[in-house]
């Protein structure tokens, strides 16, 4: 009865979808007519209305729906959204502004001139737009205003300029600042929270821990890693258009002539394409830079974008006249003077000295006079045609827009999952022959289908929710969330083109003038939307270049995790070890060094540990041999073993599936109601289905290779056996390391132990100036300074037995033990003088030769090239399958 009740709420989602109603009221519509109308028959029919739910009742999942929505929006962590108005308004405050306008003029005077010119300028100047405004609806229609007449008027084939149009005005979709990439973050954020806990659960049931290494785990993706992660993905995009449209325009010169320039390439037009060009581009720039550097969230940059277009538009509306820039003048001085304040002076008012105020006046200057600004040019925005006014209200709708379809889509979602819609998907794709990339194939021809019917915001809060924690989870791809975001986000940009319901379609239909046939609009959309599937393609074969940017910079950040984190080891070690390979020599040498130095005249135990520090160091070469041969091992078993495990693993979970259906009938069987009208035809077919499980459990275990138990427990202990060399490697670097520090810590406190030496040879004489319980108090003191200093410890314990001495007795009787421990001290000061001439600059010099490299682990932080390696490394999916 679960099926039927989903299919009821499918069916009932599509119809009112297709009747017209606004899918903020549709989605949970559905959603609540569903729900009540299961509970009504379960209420009627079985007694029960929780009867007809895979489980829970009706008031649990209604209540879900609410409660998805407050983890939205309440949840202090997950402040993603509030991006969403930020960039909304700076979008449609550039568009209405007539910025677009300007840089369609200067760029196609710029490009005309070249066969395909005025397609290429179109492509360009929807890349920029996409970079500042990301609203699609408004650049394709600015373009098929400004773009589309040109074109026609110099003899470009229909299809071609409206395609070009239509496929440009679409790069908002993927190009950040994006609201798309945004959505999708934010749904990819709690997708990524389920895939975890379901990777834990399979790790579990495979392992029999209850906890999973952390490197096993998903990789998240915030808005800014999405925003990184779809650069060079919009940037290929970019780059296929043009190559089209310039082969095009080669192969068949009369689709794409070129359009001379009648005016002068002159310092007049100069200073117009770069007043139409500058501006966007330092917009673009501000915007992403300061995510990519981490010196903004993105919700920062979104209210940088957002005052950065006020200001653009600003100078903009109200036209050539005098004092048009003096805002933009005043805002950019402003920001450049707090700059070179903040770089040069500590601006925190609480750690202000006396003398010291005069940067902070003039920091709070330059803050009064850019505030000024910004509001000198809301100002001139809102006495202009009322601009600011009709910006506003544009963004709060638009906003309204996403926010409503989202509390929809969560209500609609905890539908899905409450007649089993999710374990039925998961059951789906699962048992879908071909592994990971034949699931995610369907799913992404499923969300291409969708996009035939269906706009972006509907797909990304429905049917991603569903199917990203399923492909987050699956160990045999480990793709990270920033690249399922991405090719989600680039799938869904084909939903403006595709008919007969693609937006971007009717908004060029709509503007286009009526020599413009509808099938001209689709005919040229084709050929588009076959470079977003090979450009997917080429993103999708290749992770790196979704996933480097977003790695490099978290590595190269200043909250990048140190070098020891586990979850760097396994691409931070390959890096080391190569290094070692080509570096043998020199350490080695290094190391002999260290080693002959004379240490004669230093304790015992120091000679001991500087040998120890040495030994150590001349074993970590071996040890890395052994963790090579190791993982060599094991690599060379998994050759043949894959197949056995994948095989043998897929058994057991039908087995594991079998059992929960199992669990499932009995409860069903519990709960039946025997005083129901058919219960007992009821009863008897589900013990039928009962008796016939146990059947198939054990047919499934015999079809489990003989094999499987013994290559199992061999593949375990060769795994464990490279562990126990990965363990054995860390431990010895981290211990020698720890070692050598230590010991240069320890000399470089001689100078400071040698300043005791006037108080101590005079300690005699100032103790008998004073009563017992004065010299007490005054011994106590000094061995405490003393010993406060790692190089002190043993005139310190040597003062602690005087002091005790003193105190039991007088200072007859502690004299000798004083004498002892000055004598001791002494003794202490003069070896370790000695050291710190000649052994102290041998250590610092071989510390810093191991530093990045025996000594990494204990850095703070990796050198930007080895940061580097290691992110690229972590760039591409790994198969992780055999743990689990």
């Given at each position: 009865?679960?099926?039927?009740?989903?299919?009821?709420?499918?069916?009932?989602?599509?119809?009112?979808?297709?009747?017209?109603?606004?899918?903020?009221?549709?989605?949970?519509?559905?959603?609540?007519?569903?729900?009540?109308?299961?509970?009504?028959?379960?209420?009627?029919?079985?007694?029960?209305?929780?009867?007809?739910?895979?489980?829970?009742?009706?008031?649990?999942?209604?209540?879900?729906?609410?409660?998805?929505?407050?983890?939205?929006?309440?949840?202090?962590?997950?402040?993603?959204?509030?991006?969403?108005?930020?960039?909304?308004?700076?979008?449609?405050?550039?568009?209405?502004?007539?910025?677009?306008?300007?840089?369609?003029?200067?760029?196609?005077?710029?490009?005309?001139?070249?066969?395909?010119?005025?397609?290429?300028?179109?492509?360009?100047?929807?890349?920029?737009?996409?970079?500042?405004?990301?609203?699609?609806?408004?650049?394709?229609?600015?373009?098929?205003?400004?773009?589309?007449?040109?074109?026609?008027?110099?003899?470009?084939?229909?299809?071609?300029?409206?395609?070009?149009?239509?496929?440009?005005?679409?790069?908002?979709?993927?190009?950040?600042?994006?609201?798309?990439?945004?959505?999708?973050?934010?749904?990819?954020?709690?997708?990524?929270?389920?895939?975890?806990?379901?990777?834990?659960?399979?790790?579990?049931?495979?392992?029999?821990?209850?906890?999973?290494?952390?490197?096993?785990?998903?990789?998240?993706?915030?808005?800014?890693?999405?925003?990184?992660?779809?650069?060079?993905?919009?940037?290929?995009?970019?780059?296929?258009?043009?190559?089209?449209?310039?082969?095009?325009?080669?192969?068949?010169?009369?689709?794409?002539?070129?359009?001379?320039?009648?005016?002068?390439?002159?310092?007049?037009?100069?200073?117009?394409?770069?007043?139409?060009?500058?501006?966007?581009?330092?917009?673009?720039?501000?915007?992403?830079?300061?995510?990519?550097?981490?010196?903004?969230?993105?919700?920062?940059?979104?209210?940088?974008?957002?005052?950065?277009?006020?200001?653009?538009?600003?100078?903009?509306?109200?036209?050539?006249?005098?004092?048009?820039?003096?805002?933009?003048?005043?805002?950019?001085?402003?920001?450049?003077?707090?700059?070179?304040?903040?770089?040069?002076?500590?601006?925190?008012?609480?750690?202000?000295?006396?003398?010291?105020?005069?940067?902070?006046?003039?920091?709070?200057?330059?803050?009064?006079?850019?505030?000024?600004?910004?509001?000198?040019?809301?100002?001139?925005?809102?006495?202009?045609?009322?601009?600011?006014?009709?910006?506003?209200?544009?963004?709060?709708?638009?906003?309204?827009?996403?926010?409503?379809?989202?509390?929809?889509?969560?209500?609609?979602?905890?539908?899905?999952?409450?007649?089993?819609?999710?374990?039925?998907?998961?059951?789906?794709?699962?048992?879908?022959?071909?592994?990971?990339?034949?699931?995610?194939?369907?799913?992404?021809?499923?969300?291409?289908?969708?996009?035939?019917?269906?706009?972006?915001?509907?797909?990304?809060?429905?049917?991603?929710?569903?199917?990203?924690?399923?492909?987050?989870?699956?160990?045999?791809?480990?793709?990270?969330?920033?690249?399922?975001?991405?090719?989600?986000?680039?799938?869904?940009?084909?939903?403006?083109?595709?008919?007969?319901?693609?937006?971007?379609?009717?908004?060029?239909?709509?503007?286009?003038?009526?020599?413009?046939?509808?099938?001209?609009?689709?005919?040229?959309?084709?050929?588009?939307?076959?470079?977003?599937?090979?450009?997917?393609?080429?993103?999708?074969?290749?992770?790196?270049?979704?996933?480097?940017?977003?790695?490099?910079?978290?590595?190269?950040?200043?909250?990048?995790?140190?070098?020891?984190?586990?979850?760097?080891?396994?691409?931070?070690?390959?890096?080391?070890?190569?290094?070692?390979?080509?570096?043998?020599?020199?350490?080695?040498?290094?190391?002999?060094?260290?080693?002959?130095?004379?240490?004669?005249?230093?304790?015992?135990?120091?000679?001991?540990?500087?040998?120890?520090?040495?030994?150590?160091?001349?074993?970590?070469?071996?040890?890395?041999?052994?963790?090579?041969?190791?993982?060599?091992?094991?690599?060379?078993?998994?050759?043949?073993?894959?197949?056995?495990?994948?095989?043998?693993?897929?058994?057991?979970?039908?087995?594991?599936?079998?059992?929960?259906?199992?669990?499932?009938?009995?409860?069903?069987?519990?709960?039946?109601?025997?005083?129901?009208?058919?219960?007992?035809?009821?009863?008897?077919?589900?013990?039928?289905?009962?008796?016939?499980?146990?059947?198939?459990?054990?047919?499934?275990?015999?079809?489990?290779?003989?094999?499987?138990?013994?290559?199992?427990?061999?593949?375990?202990?060769?795994?464990?056996?490279?562990?126990?060399?990965?363990?054995?490697?860390?431990?010895?670097?981290?211990?020698?390391?720890?070692?050598?520090?230590?010991?240069?810590?320890?000399?470089?406190?001689?100078?400071?132990?040698?300043?005791?030496?006037?108080?101590?040879?005079?300690?005699?004489?100032?103790?008998?100036?004073?009563?017992?319980?004065?010299?007490?108090?005054?011994?106590?003191?000094?061995?405490?300074?003393?010993?406060?200093?790692?190089?002190?410890?043993?005139?310190?314990?040597?003062?602690?037995?005087?002091?005790?001495?003193?105190?039991?007795?007088?200072?007859?009787?502690?004299?000798?033990?004083?004498?002892?421990?000055?004598?001791?001290?002494?003794?202490?000061?003069?070896?370790?003088?000695?050291?710190?001439?000649?052994?102290?600059?041998?250590?610092?010099?071989?510390?810093?030769?191991?530093?990045?490299?025996?000594?990494?682990?204990?850095?703070?932080?990796?050198?930007?090239?080895?940061?580097?390696?290691v992110a690229s490394c972590q760039s591409v999916h790994k198969d992780i399958s055999l743990n689990f």
């Open positions: 009865m679960e099926l039927l009740f989903l299919l009821i709420l499918l069916l009932l989602m599509v119809v009112s979808l297709g009747c017209g109603f606004p899918v903020a009221f549709a989605l949970p519509g559905s959603a609540i007519l569903a729900i009540g109308l299961a509970a009504l028959c379960g209420y009627l029919f079985a007694g029960d209305a929780s009867a007809y739910f895979a489980e829970g009742g009706p008031v649990q999942w209604l209540s879900a729906g609410i409660t998805n929505f407050r983890s939205l929006y309440w949840d202090v962590e997950r402040d993603t959204l509030i991006a969403v108005p930020l960039f909304i308004f700076m979008g449609i405050m550039l568009q209405r502004s007539k910025i677009a306008e300007d840089l369609l003029v200067a760029m196609s005077r710029l490009f005309g001139p070249i066969p395909g010119g005025l397609g290429i300028s179109v492509i360009i100047v929807g890349a920029l737009l996409a970079a500042t405004t990301g609203i699609v609806g408004a650049t394709v229609i600015a373009m098929g205003l400004i773009s589309l007449p040109a074109m026609l008027r110099n003899n470009y084939s229909k299809p071609l300029a409206t395609g070009t149009i239509c496929a440009s005005g679409t790069l908002g979709q993927i190009i950040p600042p994006s609201i798309v990439l945004i959505i999708l973050a934010d749904q990819l954020a709690n997708a990524a929270s389920q895939a975890s806990n379901l990777r834990k659960e399979m790790y579990r049931n495979a392992t029999g821990e209850f906890t999973m290494p952390s490197h096993l785990d998903i990789t998240s993706a915030s808005a800014g890693d999405m925003f990184m992660g779809a650069m060079i993905p919009g940037l290929i995009l970019v780059g296929l258009y043009i190559i089209y449209m310039l082969v095009n325009a080669l192969l068949k010169p009369e689709s794409a002539p070129p359009v001379p320039y009648e005016g002068k390439y002159d310092r007049d037009f100069a200073k117009k394409v770069a007043l139409a060009l500058l501006p966007p581009l330092t917009l673009i720039f501000v915007v992403l830079g300061s995510i990519i550097a981490g010196v903004a969230t993105v919700n920062q940059a979104g209210a940088i974008g957002a005052v950065g277009a006020l200001i653009m538009g600003s100078y903009r509306l109200v036209g050539k006249r005098k004092g048009q820039f003096y805002p933009a003048i005043i805002a950019i001085s402003s920001v450049v003077i707090l700059g070179v304040l903040v770089s040069l002076f500590d601006l925190n008012v609480r750690d202000i000295q006396p003398g010291e105020g005069l940067p902070i006046v003039l920091a709070a200057l330059a803050a009064m006079a850019l505030l000024g600004a910004v509001g000198w040019s809301i100002y001139r925005v809102y006495k202009v045609e009322n601009i600011l006014t009709d910006v506003m209200r544009e963004t709060a709708v638009t906003t309204c827009m996403v926010f409503i379809i989202m509390i929809g889509a969560a209500m609609l979602t905890s539908a899905f999952r409450a007649f089993g819609g999710e374990e039925l998907v998961k059951h789906f794709l699962q048992g879908i022959p071909g592994g990971f990339w034949m699931q995610f194939a369907v799913v992404m021809l499923v969300i291409f289908l969708l996009g035939f019917f269906l706009d972006y915001i509907e797909i990304a809060v429905v049917v991603v929710p569903i199917v990203a924690p399923i492909l987050l989870a699956d160990p045999s791809a480990n793709i990270t969330a920033v690249w399922l975001g991405v090719m989600i986000s680039m799938n869904l940009q084909t939903s403006f083109l595709t008919p007969p319901f693609g937006f971007a379609l009717f908004y060029l239909r709509g503007v286009a003038p009526k020599i413009i046939k509808t099938l001209d609009i689709y005919k040229g959309a084709v050929i588009f939307i076959c470079l977003q599937i090979v450009a997917m393609v080429i993103v999708g074969f290749s992770p790196k270049l979704t996933n480097y940017f977003p790695a490099r910079s978290h590595l190269l950040s200043d909250t990048a995790p140190p070098p020891m984190n586990p979850n760097l080891q396994a691409c931070l070690e390959p890096v080391l070890f190569d290094y070692y390979s080509e570096n043998e020599g020199p350490l080695r040498q290094a190391i002999q060094t260290l080693a002959s130095t004379p240490v004669a005249y230093l304790p015992i135990d120091t000679q001991h540990g500087i040998s120890e520090i040495a030994a150590q160091s001349s074993k970590t070469f071996e040890l890395v041999a052994n963790v090579r041969s190791a993982e060599q091992q094991r690599i060379a078993f998994e050759s043949d073993y894959y197949a056995l495990h994948t095989q043998a693993r897929f058994i057991q979970r039908q087995i594991a599936k079998l059992t929960n259906q199992q669990e499932e009938l009995g409860q069903r069987l519990r709960r039946l109601d025997p005083n129901e009208a058919g219960s007992e035809a009821t009863k008897a077919r589900l013990n039928q289905q009962l008796q016939q499980i146990p059947a198939q459990i054990e047919q499934l275990q015999h079809l489990i290779p003989a094999q499987w138990e013994a290559e199992y427990k061999a593949y375990q202990g060769l795994q464990n056996d490279e562990k126990k060399a990965r363990f054995a490697y860390r431990n010895n670097v981290d211990g020698l390391y720890d070692s050598l520090n230590r010991l240069i810590t320890e000399l470089s406190a001689t100078e400071q132990l040698a300043a005791f030496a006037p108080r101590l040879d005079t300690l005699t004489q100032s103790l008998t100036a004073l009563d017992k319980a004065d010299a007490y108090d005054f011994t106590y003191a000094l061995e405490k300074e003393i010993g406060d200093l790692d190089a002190g410890y043993p005139t310190k314990s040597a003062l602690s037995k005087a002091r005790r001495k003193l105190k039991k007795g007088g200072l007859d009787d502690a004299q000798p033990l004083l004498d002892e421990a000055i004598a001791l001290y002494h003794q202490e000061l003069n070896w370790r003088q000695q050291a710190q001439r000649e052994l102290l600059p041998q250590l610092q010099a071989f510390e810093a030769q191991i530093r990045f490299n025996m000594g990494l682990r204990q850095q703070p932080h990796m050198l930007p090239e080895q940061a580097k390696a």
